[in-house]
């Protein structure tokens, strides 16, 4: 434990010194007051961040080289640092589109890629409880935040409902809206597998991202509330774009909304 | 719609029919099915998997070229494929440590890189609602699964608490584990944010993995059943190495252990 003799504030002794793992502990804090909205628009200055922070000023612009290589602010000279891009959250609690999940944001448009039946791959027929050569219904959709690219969303629909839903406009309706609509049934559970992938060329051109940037891929079955899975899907979001979030509890086995 | 010719079974007919969409489409399921050990040890053939998904070899190729570079599977001329590493499930659920959570895969254990007493970054003071310039415990934990390493967590906890933790056994202990030992508590609900980001060179090095390799990235605000914050913890998980999962419902705003 030392006090420093610009701020007069006790300074953390970790036990390994390295700078950049001081850095990497002040960005952690900055991006999630970034994030949250704590801190918008103009980012603090380097005097006042190392006070904060109890660190040097030369930690604190290593903290903020990794916020900008991340994209979450801009640096230039005269102008100071700024919040650069925004990143919406998607709710993981609400079993929710991302229509409605961004409601407020702006509007979500879908390009769609493809829309049609299939012979479903046995894996796909298996989640969906379908026999072996059964169809699906088969769309692929690019979906944008306004003219900003959001995710590339897979999805694989029960033959009946899939029919359904293709007479609707999915360009600008969540599947999980038009699967409510037309099944007349409320949507039950989900089961979901969330993981951090890099973004293949193809993808990275599709999401106009750079190859290997970081994507949060979601694979997401959903049932209708009798229980039947109805929806198989394959989300890959921007990792630079979308933040997932939600609470939990440790005694009881349930989430709770925000 | 066209039939084929090799297999009898209905085409997928996309409206953009790009071989790579196609690929994506192909690797997804695979993914999924090895993620889910429904796919172990050898991958079946090319011809087989083109038959399953009603496409062509090449396609089948480029599927698993993708598949490689996420370092999902081996490929040997005469050997054939093989499922390469194993991911691990991290439940999204339950609110476990990653020791009880992988509880059956192996031990993990922790290197303890910084614990020490640090005066609080306001940010941090607001989170745990301390005063500013009270002090927290700042624990720094690299952890592996055997020899393998998996996460980089960074852990701030409210000072009274954090004292105590401090006098037990990180290395092989779960930091959740320890919080309800010491507090005579169960720990009650958690907030958390869920992204995928770049690994920094530095942050690189120490998980072991390539500089830009994909990382989720998971910020947690963790209470005492009465309601208190005492807990917050930024950790950076190999993307390679888990898989967050859990279940969630739309009518009622729970979510069910799996």
Redesign the interface.
């Known amino acids: 434990?030392q006090v420093s003799e610009k701020t007069g504030?006790?300074?953390?002794?970790?036990?390994?010194g390295?700078r950049?793992?001081r850095?990497?502990?002040?960005a952690?804090?900055?991006r999630?007051?970034i994030?949250a909205g704590?801190v918008a628009g103009t980012v603090p200055g380097e005097q006042e961040l190392a006070a904060?922070?109890?660190t040097s000023r030369n930690t604190v612009r290593e903290a903020l080289a990794?916020l900008r290589?991340?994209g979450l602010i801009d640096r230039a000279p005269k102008l100071g640092t700024r919040v650069a891009a925004r990143?919406f959250?998607h709710g993981?609690?609400?079993?929710?589109g991302l229509q409605e999940t961004l409601k407020g944001h702006g509007t979500v448009r879908n390009e769609?890629?493809?829309?049609?039946?299939?012979?479903a791959?046995?894996?796909?027929a298996r989640r969906l409880e379908l026999a072996p050569?059964d169809?699906v219904v088969?769309i692929?959709r690019l979906r944008f935040l306004a003219d900003l690219p959001l995710s590339l969303d897979?999805t694989y629909l029960a033959p009946d409902v899939g029919a359904e839903v293709l007479a609707h406009d999915l360009e600008t309706t969540d599947v999980?809206v038009l699967l409510e609509q037309v099944t007349g049934r409320?949507?039950?559970?989900?089961?979901?597998?969330?993981?951090?992938?890099?973004a293949?060329p193809?993808?990275a051109t599709t999401l106009d991202t750079p190859a290997?940037?970081?994507?949060?891929?979601l694979?997401r079955l959903t049932y209708l509330?009798d229980g039947r899975p109805v929806d198989l899907e394959?989300i890959r979001?921007r990792?630079d774009r979308?933040?997932?979030?939600?609470?939990?509890?440790?005694?009881t086995?349930?989430?709770?909304?925000?």
């Open positions: 434990m504030a006790t300074e953390p002794t970790p036990i390994r390295q950049a793992d850095a990497r502990r002040v952690d804090i900055l999630h007051q994030l704590a904060e922070h109890g990794l290589d991340e990143k959250d993981l609690d609400a079993l929710l769609v890629r493809a829309a049609s039946t299939i012979t791959p046995p894996a796909v050569g169809k088969y692929e897979l999980f409320s949507l039950g559970a989900a089961d979901l597998a969330l993981e951090a992938v890099a293949d193809h993808t290997g940037a970081p994507l949060l891929m694979e509330d394959y979001m990792g979308i933040t997932m979030r939600g609470s939990l509890t440790r005694s086995p349930e989430w709770k909304v925000l």
